[in-house]
């Protein structure tokens, strides 16, 4: 399966590089008797839905003009957003979310919780720093990496 992310990777970053979006993940997925290609992209100021059908389009024609075919099996082709409340995975993904607000998810509880909303302000190597508000006050509080079980962007209410 990586052979065929990386290789629709290296198909979909120069047509993403023109146009000044970014990728964001691939997936290359079997849900129950399908095959799913998900080519998750965004930009500045967020996708829309014209954004994503060009990149279907280009990515389809790039895909079906290779020989032999590098993805043999029958399978839909899905381009789009990874969402408001898309996950922080990479380095990247945690640096490009700096002045967000986000949602951590912990493994063990650091001050009695294990679940914390607050704006991103730092990420380095081995921790990060969210403001969040306690009761009112607001104060900053360090997260180290390998503590944090899932992260994600979140919408503030």
């Known amino acids: 399966m990586s052979e065929i992310t990386e290789t629709v990777e290296n198909l979909v970053n120069p047509i993403l590089a023109e146009h000044d979006f970014y990728l964001y993940d691939i997936e290359f997925v079997k849900e129950s008797k399908s095959w799913y290609l998900r080519v998750y992209i965004d930009k500045k100021n967020g996708i829309n839905i014209e954004d994503c059908a060009l990149v279907s389009d280009e990515l389809s024609e790039k895909l079906d003009s290779i ?50 909303e607050g704006t991103l302000k730092e990420y380095n190597d081995d921790d990060l720093v969210i403001n969040i508000n306690m009761k009112g006050r607001f104060k900053d509080l360090s997260i180290p990496k ?12």
Do not use: C, T, W
């Open 67 to 116: 020989e032999p075919d590098p993805i043999p099996q029958a399978y839909f082709l899905e381009v789009s957003s990874p969402g408001a409340e898309r996950p922080l995975k990479k380095p990247s993904d945690f640096e490009n979310a700096i002045g967000e607000y986000i949602h951590v998810s912990l493994y063990a509880p650091i001050d009695g919780n294990k679940i914390y």
């Open 146 to 157: 390998k503590s944090i079980a899932k992260a994600r962007l979140a919408i503030k209410f």
